[in-house]
T-cell receptor, first 112, second 114 residues
Framework: DVKVTQSSRYLVKRTGEKVFLECVQD?????MFWYRQDPGLGLRLIYF???????EKGDIPEGYSVSREKKERFSLILESASTNQTSMYLC???????????FGSGTRLTVV | AQSVTQPDIHITVSEGASLELRCNYS??????LFWYVQSPGQGLQLLLK??????LVQGIKGFEAEFKRSQSSFNLRKPSVHWSDAAEYFC????????????FGTGTLLAVQP
């Protein structure tokens, strides 16, 4: 089975800090995604990548950036964390030929 | 605009009762449709998917869903709910392609009464 690993389950960061959320998948998937999940809003796409060094903005990219230097790793960066970025962050991957997403377990980020 | 609507935010059923969770979508092309389940504090697990063919799709944990193109719906069903089914359920739609982007609904939280 494909495994998507998010490095941290829980994070607490201070306002203004630069925050890195890491995601690694082990099945050579081309496409990787970062979502944030908030009560009543479902999952909203922040950024996605369909190849190494390729990235595209999703629906809510403001305040975030991403990095994909290697195929298996997709990092989400909060340049200057703010309290409104407190949320659950979910990483997902899928083969370029289609199928279904595989999700990581999520990182619950609290910005204080 | 492409969208997914799950009209029920919260549903409570008794253990052993049947369940139907509603999902309506708006999508310009032939959709790929998915149902995911999320247990508290966890990521999302795929329950079932529809790409083409038979419009009644069987999934894991005894769930099934029916694609009705005329109604733009993909409702999730289970004939007899177990206490362990208590979770949040998400419907999603996409079109495949190079990016494989999915659009998710806002979720339905299922509570199961003993």
């Amino acid at each position: 089975d494909v495994k998507v690993t998010q490095s941290s389950r829980y994070l607490v960061k201070r306002t203004g800090e630069k925050v890195f959320l890491e995601c690694v998948q082990d099945m050579d998937h081309e496409n990787m995604f970062w979502y944030r999940q908030d009560p009543g809003l479902g999952l909203r796409l922040i950024y996605f990548s369909y190849d190494v060094k390729m990235k595209e903005k999703g629906d809510i990219p403001e305040g975030y950036s991403v990095s994909r230097e290697k195929k298996e790793r997709f990092s989400l960066i909060l340049e200057s964390a703010s309290t409104n970025q407190t949320s659950m962050y979910l990483c997902a991957s899928i083969s370029g030929t289609g199928g279904a997403y595989t999700f990581g377990s999520g990182t619950r980020l609290t910005v204080v | 605009a492409q969208s997914v609507t799950q009209p029920d935010i919260h549903i409570t059923v008794s253990e052993g009762a049947s369940l139907e969770l509603r999902c309506n979508y708006s999508y310009g092309a032939t959709p790929y449709l998915f149902w995911y389940v999320q247990s508290p504090g966890q990521g999302l697990q795929l329950l079932l998917k529809y790409f083409s063919g038979d419009t009644l799709v069987q999934g894991i944990k005894g769930f099934e869903a029916e694609f009705k193109r005329s109604q733009s719906s993909f409702n999730l069903r289970k004939p007899s709910v177990h206490w362990s089914d208590a979770a949040e359920y998400f419907c999603a739609v996409g079109g495949g392609g190079a990016t494989n982007k999915l659009i998710f609904g806002t979720g339905t939280l299922l509570a199961v009464q003993p």
